[in-house]
């Protein structure tokens, strides 16, 4: 099946930091992707779209200063946690599909700041 | 607003117990409906139904979607402790010229040996 490599798995770090996370479809170009944020015992949000070349498409209620989202080509985008306080800490994943196919997920990204 | 809602939202049975999980949805510009288990990191996707009274199967596993009455079921059979997972429902739809993901509440299964 297809593989979406999410990296890092696990950042701890201060309040006042940036943090990025990537995600990388390793055998397929992927036409989307998607970031999501998960808090415990609760299902996946979707915090926005990521098509690769154009600007990412935020759900409501997300900022898109606080999220920065570069999907550089068909394999690859990253998520970026600017200047990150601890109500940012949670579960990050992202996915990528081809049209018309399942999404595939990577790891997931467990964030916490402290 | 487009809407998935997942019931019962959590559910305990014995191991050879069959199971029944529902997910019923209000959304516009539907294009398919996905079932995903997740244990302890990310989904994995079960199946992915686009057309109505068609059962997909996959072992133990079936699924089934009714898109007059706009819901679908996931039978789990014969459960084995290794079902225990939270399952969730996912609708993709269209929109502005893309498409994006709308995912269910979840069920938490648990199943005892």
């Known amino acids: 099946g297809a593989v979406v490599s999410q990296h890092p798995s696990r950042v701890i770090c201060k309040s006042g930091t940036s943090v990025k996370i990537e995600c990388r479809s390793l055998d397929f170009q992927a036409t989307t992707m998607f970031w999501y944020r998960q808090f415990p015992k609760q299902s996946l949000m979707l915090m926005a779209t990521?098509?690769?070349?154009?600007?990412?498409?935020?759900e409501q209620g997300v900022e898109k200063d606080k999220f920065l989202i570069n999907h550089a080509s068909l394999t690859l985008s990253t998520l970026t946690v600017t200047s990150a306080h601890p109500e940012d800490s949670s579960f990050y994943i992202c996915?990528?599909?081809?049209?018309?196919?399942?999404?595939?997920f990577g790891d997931g990204t467990r964030l916490s700041i402290l | 607003e487009d809407k998935v809602v997942q019931s019962p939202l959590s559910l305990v049975v014995h191991e050879g117990d069959t199971v029944t999980l529902n997910c019923s949805y209000e959304?516009?510009?539907?294009?398919?409906l996905l079932w995903y288990k997740q244990e302890k990191k990310a989904p994995t996707f079960l199946f992915m139904l686009t057309s109505s009274g068609i059962e997909k199967k996959s072992g133990r596993l079936s699924s089934i979607l009714d898109k007059k009455e706009l819901f679908s079921i996931l039978n789990i059979t014969a459960t084995q402790t290794g079902d225990s997972a939270v399952y969730l429902c996912?609708?993709?739809?269209?929109?502005?010229?893309?498409?994006?993901?709308?995912f269910g509440t979840g069920t938490r299964l648990k199943v005892l040996a």
């Open positions: 990521s098509n690769e070349g154009s600007k990412a498409t935020y």
């Open positions: 996915s990528a599909s081809l049209w018309g196919q399942p999404q595939h």
């Open positions: 996912a609708l993709e739809v269209t929109t502005s010229g893309t498409y994006k993901y709308i």
């Open positions: 959304v516009t510009n539907f294009r398919s």
